[in-house]
C-alpha cells in the first residue's frame, strides 16, 4: 500500500491539474483503508522519495487525524479507525519526525502530534507529555522547538484546570527556555511565552473557584515571567537577519494583556515598571515607524522598514503593528486601573481641576503619530473604496494601528474625558505646528500630520460636544476656531489629498452642533456640491455623504433646508453607484435628510420611494441595508403628505414578495418592510392595507414552517393590531373567519407544544397586543382559551428566552384584572399543576430576565397587584428561594458529572415572600444601574457600610481601595456628593432611574398606557412600605424569615426603618 500511497502523494504535487485532481481522489479512496495512517507515516519518514512528498504525507495526515483518528472529533467522517496497534506505530513514527532536520516536516509533525494528543493523550499515550517535556529538557535546538510547537497547539486547544499538574511541570521548562537567549533561537523562546500565555488564560479560569491556590501560585509564578519579561520590553526593537526580536515582544505584551485580563491584582505590582518600559517602546519605535510605514518617500524608508519588519523561520514576514496592538491594549487596562490613574491625570494646583499629566499629553501627541494613514491603506483605498468605507465605519472589519489607537483614545475617554480633551488640545497645537511648517516648505506629508490631528480629536467628538453642552456659559472645551484654521480649512482646500479634503468634512460635520452659523452654512453648502459633482474623488464624495447625516441630524433645520433637496437628489444619484458594502452610509444620510422639512421631503417621494424600494429589491437578504430601507419607509409613512403615495409604491412590491419568491429571507424581509410601512402609518390604516395584503400575508404565515417568516409575521401582525385592530376584527375572509379569529388561530398554532421555540419568539408580544387591544372584541370564552393556549406553551417552554417572551402576557392581565385572572388561572391545570403555580413559578424564575424597560414595569406593577390581593391561593404556592451553598463542592471546580452528582439545592419559600423578593431586586438593579451610569461605586457601596458583605481580602481586581477619589475630587465631578445619603432619597424622587431608552418608547398603546409614566422606583417604595407597614405582624412572620440578611438591609434602607 506505501507504493499507492506514494504515487498518489507524488501526483498530488504536479502542476498538471488533471493529474493533481485523480491523485486526490485515489488519497481520500485509500483513506478508508486501517493501514492508511501507517503507509503516509512510513513515507514520511523515507528520506529517499524526497522532501516535497514527504512533506505532503504529513499534511495528509494531519487531515486524516481529523476525519479519521477518532468518532469524537468534530470533523468526523464515516468510515473504519485504526486499530490501537496501528496507532501506536504511527504515533511512534511521527514522534521521530520532530527531530528531522527539515524545519516545515518538523512543524508539520508536530501539528500532527499534536492532533493525535487531542484524542489519545492520556488514556492511550499517557507517556507523550513526559516525553515532550524531555525534549525541552535535553533536546536538541530543534527538538526543543518541535516540542514546543506541540505544547503551543496542545495547550491552546486541549488543556485546561483539569490539567494543573501538567501545568505547574511545564511552566519552569517554558521559563528556562525564554530566559536563555544565547541557547535558543528568538522564535522558540517566543513559543515558549505563547505557551505560557495559554497557561496563565487557564489559571485565570479558576481564579474565583480555587482563590486559595491562585493566591498561593500566581504571584512566584508572575514574579519569575513578568521580570524578564520587562527586561525584554527594555530592550531596543532589533533586526538583525533571522534574530530580530519584534515577535518575541509581540507575544510578551499578549502574555501581559492576558495576566491583567485574566489575574489583574497580581499583576498590579508591576504597572508602573511596565508603563515606563512601554512608554520609552512607543517613543523609540515611533519615528521609524512614520518613516517605513507613513511617509513612503522618505530617505530613511529602507532602513525604518528593515527595523521593524522581520522574516520569520516560515518565511513570514512579521511586522511591529503586532506588537503595538498588543501595547495599545495593555495602555486600554491601565487606564481602567485604579492605582494607574495618577500616571494620567493629576489635580491642577491653582484650579483643583483635573488636568492631564505630562504623560498623558505626550501620549496623546504620540498616537496621533501612530494615527497617520499608513501607505498601504492609501493603496488599499485607491484599490477598493469600499475598504475606505469599511475603515471608516465604527465598526469596520479591519483591526490595524489606527482602530487600536481609536480603541485606546475611547477607553481613555471614559475613563478620563475632561483631561482627554485637554491633552487632545495640547497634543493638537504641536502636531499642527508641525503640518503648518512642512505645508509652507512644501512637504507633502503635512496632510497626513493634519488628517491625524482632526480624526482623533473627531474620534472623540461626542464626548466633547457633550462636555461643551455641560459646560454652557464657560469657555470651550477645545478651541475649535483655531483647529479650522490649522488643520480643517488648509485640508478641506487640498483637492490633490483628496482624503484630507474628505477629512475636513467629516471633522466639521462631527461638531455640527458647536459649529458658528457661518462655517456650518459653508459646509453644508459645500457637501451639496460634492454630492452633485460627479467629477470629484470618491473620497470626498462619500465623506461629504457622512457630513450629510450628521449635519442633518445636528444642525438647526433652517439651516439644512435650503440644501435639502440638493442633498435627497444627490444622494439618490449615488446610491445605485454604490456597491452592497458601502450603500449603507448613503442610505442612513438619506434617511437623516428625510426629517428636516417634512413639505420638502413629500415633494421627493417619488424620488425616496423609488431609491429605498430599489435598494431592498435588489438586496432583500442584506440586514443592514434592509433595516435603513424600513427606517425610511417608516418614516415617510409617518409623513401625512407622502403615505399614501408610498403605500401605492411599496405594497403591490411587498404582495408580490410574499406571494411569489419561494425564498424564505426574501419572504421574511418583505414581510419586516411591510411591518415598517404599517408601524409608520397612521391609526387606524389608510384603505387598502388589510384588503390589499393581511390576506396574503395571512396566507403566507398558515403555510410556512421557515422560521424567519414566521417571526417577521408574528412583529407585522403585531403591528397590525396596533394600527387597525377594529378593522382587522371586521374583515373576512371568504370562509367567514374575521381577521381577528385567524390571528388567534395563527398564535394557537405557534403555541403548540411540540412547535419550535425559534420560530414563536415574538408570539407573546402579539397576544399582548391582542389583549390589549381586542378585548371589547372578544368573548370571554375566547380570551380565556388565549391564555389556556398560552398557559399551555408555557408549562412546556424549556429556554428562559422564550418563557420570559411570554410572561408580558399574564404581566398585562393581571395589572388590570387580578383577581379575575388568578380565578382563571387556578381553575386550570397542566400536566397535574394548577395553571396559576405553572404562571407564578416561570414568572419568579424568570423575572429579572424580561426585556424593555416598560415590560418591566409592568412586571413589576403586576406583582404588587397580586401580592395586595393577599389571595390565601398565592401565598399558599411554595417557590424556589435562594441558593444552598453546597459543602461539597465548595472550594472545587464543579464539573458537569460532580453538578449532576450533588445538584445545586434551593430553599423553598412561598409566593408571597417571593414577589418581596423579586421587588427588592428589581430595586437594587435599578439603583446599580443608575450608580453605573454615573460612574459610582454601586449599591453595595452603600450597604456595605452597615457591615454587610465586608471584603474578605479575595478581591479579584487590582488591589487599590480608591484612595485617590477625594484627592482628585471624583465624587464631586460626579454629581452626587452626599445628597443621598438614604436610599429612599434614591427612591422617592431625588433620581430618575427610568429615564432610559425603551423598544416601545414609539408605541402608541405604551404611551397611552399609566403604568408607562409612573414613577417605578417611587411606586415600589411606597408598596415596600405599605406591605411592611400593614401588617407588620403578618409581614414579620411570613415574609421576614424568607429574605436575606441583605435584602433585609435593604429593605429598611427603603422603608427609613431602623429594625435592620
Not at 584 to 604: E, F, P, W, Y
Not at 611 to 630: C, E, F, M, Q, R
Amino acid at each position: 500500500m506505501e507504493n499507492q500511497v506514494f504515487e498518489a502523494l507524488q501526483g498530488s504535487l504536479s502542476p498538471e491539474s488533471s493529474i493533481r485532481m485523480c491523485s486526490e481522489i485515489n488519497l481520500k479512496q485509500l483513506e478508508l483503508d486501517t493501514m492508511y495512517s501507517l503507509a503516509v507515516s512510513n513515507v514520511a519518514l523515507a528520506e529517499e522519495v524526497g522532501l516535497p512528498v514527504r512533506q505532503a504525507a504529513v499534511v495528509q495526515l494531519r487531515g486524516y487525524i481529523s476525519r479519521h483518528w477518532s468518532i469524537a472529533s468534530t470533523k468526523y467522517e464515516p468510515g473504519p479507525i485504526p486499530s490501537q496497534e496501528i496507532k501506536s506505530q504511527v504515533r511512534e513514527k511521527i514522534f521521530a519526525l520532530l527531530s528531522s532536520s527539515d524545519g516545515k516536516l518538523r512543524a508539520a509533525a508536530a501539528a500532527v502530534v499534536a492532533g493525535m494528543a487531542r484524542y489519545d493523550w492520556p488514556d492511550e499515550w499517557p507517556q507523550l507529555f513526559l516525553q515532550l517535556v524531555e525534549l525541552l529538557r535535553t533536546g536538541t535546538r530543534d527538538q526543543t522547538h518541535s516540542a514546543m510547537y506541540v505544547f503551543s497547539e496542545w495547550v491552546n486547544s486541549d488543556m485546561s484546570d483539569q490539567h494543573m499538574e501538567q501545568i505547574g511541570t511545564l511552566l519552569p521548562e517554558l521559563r528556562r527556555i525564554f530566559i536563555s537567549s544565547d541557547s535558543y533561537a528568538v522564535s522558540t523562546r517566543a513559543m515558549a511565552v505563547r505557551v505560557f500565555s495559554d497557561c496563565i488564560e487557564i489559571i485565570s479560569t479558576i481564579a474565583a473557584a480555587e482563590n486559595d491556590f491562585v493566591n498561593t501560585h500566581a504571584p512566584p509564578i508572575l514574579k519569575e515571567w513578568i521580570e524578564p519579561i520587562i527586561g525584554v520590553f527594555q530592550q531596543p526593537v532589533s533586526n538583525q537577519g533571522t534574530s530580530s526580536n519584534i515577535s518575541l515582544k509581540t507575544e510578551c505584551i499578549k502574555a501581559i494583556v492576558k495576566a491583567v485580563q485574566g489575574i489583574p491584582k497580581y499583576v498590579a505590582p508591576y504597572y508602573a515598571t511596565i508603563l515606563e518600559a512601554l512608554w520609552m517602546q512607543l517613543r523609540d519605535i515611533q519615528e521609524p515607524f512614520q518613516h517605513a510605514f507613513v511617509y513612503e518617500d522618505s530617505t530613511h524608508n529602507e532602513s525604518a522598514t528593515g527595523l521593524l519588519v522581520s522574516c520569520e523561520d516560515d518565511g513570514e514576514a512579521c511586522s511591529i503593528d503586532g506588537y503595538l496592538l498588543g501595547i495599545f491594549e495593555w495602555l486600554s487596562k491601565a487606564a481602567e486601573t485604579r492605582s494607574m490613574r495618577k500616571f494620567f491625570v493629576a489635580k491642577a494646583a491653582d484650579t483643583s481641576k483635573i488636568v492631564p499629566t505630562p504623560f498623558f499629553n505626550q501620549l496623546i501627541g504620540s498616537l496621533m503619530c501612530y494615527a497617520q494613514i499608513t501607505t498601504e491603506m492609501l493603496e488599499d483605498w485607491a484599490d477598493d473604496m469600499d475598504m475606505f468605507v469599511a475603515d471608516e465605519d465604527e465598526e469596520g472589519y479591519r483591526f490595524n494601528v489606527r482602530v487600536s489607537v481609536q480603541e485606546l483614545l475611547q477607553t481613555l475617554d471614559m475613563a478620563f474625558p475632561a483631561a482627554l480633551v485637554s491633552a487632545l488640545a495640547s497634543a493638537a497645537q504641536e502636531r499642527t505646528a508641525l503640518a503648518k511648517q512642512w505645508r509652507l516648505e512644501g512637504n507633502n506629508h503635512w496632510w497626513l500630520v493634519s488628517e491625524a490631528v482632526l480624526w482623533a480629536i473627531g474620534t472623540n467628538s461626542e464626548s466633547i460636544v457633550q462636555q461643551q453642552e455641560t459646560n454652557k456659559g464657560d469657555a470651550p472645551v477645545i478651541e475649535l476656531g483655531a483647529l479650522f484654521d490649522s488643520d480643517v480649512w488648509p485640508l478641506a482646500q487640498s483637492a490633490q489629498f483628496p482624503f484630507g479634503q474628505g477629512r475636513a468634512f467629516i471633522f466639521a460635520s462631527g461638531f455640527a452642533k458647536m459649529l458658528p452659523p457661518g462655517i456650518a452654512t459653508a459646509f453644508v453648502d459645500a457637501c451639496a456640491t460634492a454630492v452633485a459633482d460627479v467629477h470629484l474623488h470618491p473620497a470626498v464624495r462619500l465623506s461629504a455623504v457622512r457630513a450629510i447625516g450628521n449635519f442633518s441630524r445636528h444642525l438647526p433645520a433652517e439651516t439644512v433646508k435650503p440644501q435639502q433637496g440638493t442633498f435627497i437628489t444627490g444622494l439618490a444619484s449615488i446610491i445605485p453607484h454604490l456597491t452592497e458594502d458601502s450603500a449603507h452610509i448613503a442610505l442612513d444620510a438619506l434617511h437623516s435628510t428625510l426629517r428636516v422639512d417634512q413639505n420638502i421631503t413629500a415633494s421627493l417621494e417619488p424620488v425616496i420611494s423609488e431609491i429605498a424600494i430599489g435598494v431592498w429589491h435588489k438586496y432583500p437578504g442584506d440586514v443592514i441595508l434592509t433595516s435603513i430601507v424600513i427606517d425610511i419607509v417608516e418614516d415617510m409613512a409617518g409623513n401625512p403628505q407622502a403615505c399614501e403615495a408610498l403605500a401605492q409604491r411599496a405594497l403591490p412590491v411587498i404582495g408580490s414578495a410574499m406571494t411569489q419568491s419561494t425564498d424564505g429571507s426574501v419572504i421574511a424581509s418583505g414581510i419586516d418592510l411591510l411591518s415598517g410601512l404599517i408601524k409608520g402609518s397612521p391609526s387606524p390604516l389608510p384603505q387598502g392595507y388589510t384588503e390589499s395584503v393581511f390576506p396574503a400575508l395571512m396566507q403566507v404565515l398558515s403555510s410556512t414552517t421557515d422560521s424567519e417568516v414566521l417571526q417577521s409575521g408574528q412583529t407585522c401582525l403585531k403591528y397590525f393590531i396596533q394600527k387597525d385592530a377594529q378593522h382587522i376584527a371586521q374583515w373576512h375572509d371568504p370562509a367567514g373567519a374575521s381577521g381577528l379569529e385567524l390571528v388567534i388561530r395563527f398564535i394557537a398554532v405557534l403555541m403548540n407544544p411540540e412547535g419550535s421555540e425559534s420560530a414563536a419568539l415574538f408570539v407573546g408580544d402579539l397576544a399582548t397586543k391582542v389583549v390589549m387591544k381586542c378585548s371589547s372584541f372578544l368573548s370571554g370564552d375566547v380570551l380565556a382559551e388565549l391564555v389556556r393556549v398560552v398557559t399551555g406553551r408555557l408549562a412546556t417552554a424549556r429556554t428562559s428566552s422564550f418563557t420570559s417572551s411570554l410572561l408580558p402576557f399574564y404581566a398585562h392581565l393581571i395589572a388590570r384584572h387580578p383577581a379575575e385572572v388568578v380565578d382563571l388561572l387556578d381553575g386550570m391545570r397542566f400536566e397535574g399543576r394548577p395553571g396559576l403555580q405553572v404562571v407564578l413559578d416561570a414568572w419568579f424564575r424568570n423575572f429579572l430576565d424580561i426585556q424593555g424597560y416598560y415590560s418591566r414595569k409592568v412586571s413589576a406593577v403586576a406583582l404588587t397587584r397580586l401580592y395586595a390581593l393577599g389571595d390565601p391561593r398565592i401565598s399558599n404556592i411554595s417557590v424556589q428561594g435562594d441558593l444552598i451553598p453546597n459543602a461539597a463542592n465548595k472550594g472545587k471546580i464543579v464539573t458537569r458529572s460532580m453538578s449532576r452528582t450533588t445538584p445545586d439545592q434551593y430553599t423553598q419559600v412561598s409566593a408571597a415572600a417571593k414577589i418581596i423578593k423579586l421587588l427588592l431586586a428589581e430595586v437594587e438593579m435599578d439603583i446599580e444601574s443608575m450608580f453605573a451610569r454615573q460612574d459610582g461605586a454601586g449599591l453595595s457601596s452603600v450597604i456595605d457600610q452597615d457591615g454587610l458583605d465586608q471584603d474578605d481580602g479575595n478581591d479579584d481586581g487590582d488591589g487599590d481601595d480608591w484612595e485617590d477619589d477625594a484627592e482628585y475630587g471624583l465624587q464631586d465631578e460626579m454629581g452626587f456628593g452626599g445628597k443621598y445619603d438614604f436610599l429612599s432619597d434614591l427612591i422617592d424622587g431625588g433620581v430618575d432611574l427610568d429615564a432610559e431608552n425603551d423598544d416601545d418608547d414609539d408605541d402608541d398603546d405604551v404611551l397611552a398606557d399609566p403604568i408607562y409614566s409612573q414613577d417605578l422606583n417611587e411606586m415600589l417604595g411606597t408598596f415596600l412600605r405599605q406591605a411592611v407597614h400593614s401588617s407588620e405582624a403578618g409581614f414579620s412572620a411570613n415574609i421576614e424569615p424568607a429574605l436575606t440578611a441583605k435584602e433585609t438591609m435593604l429593605l429598611g434602607k427603603l422603608t427609613n426603618n431602623s429594625r435592620a
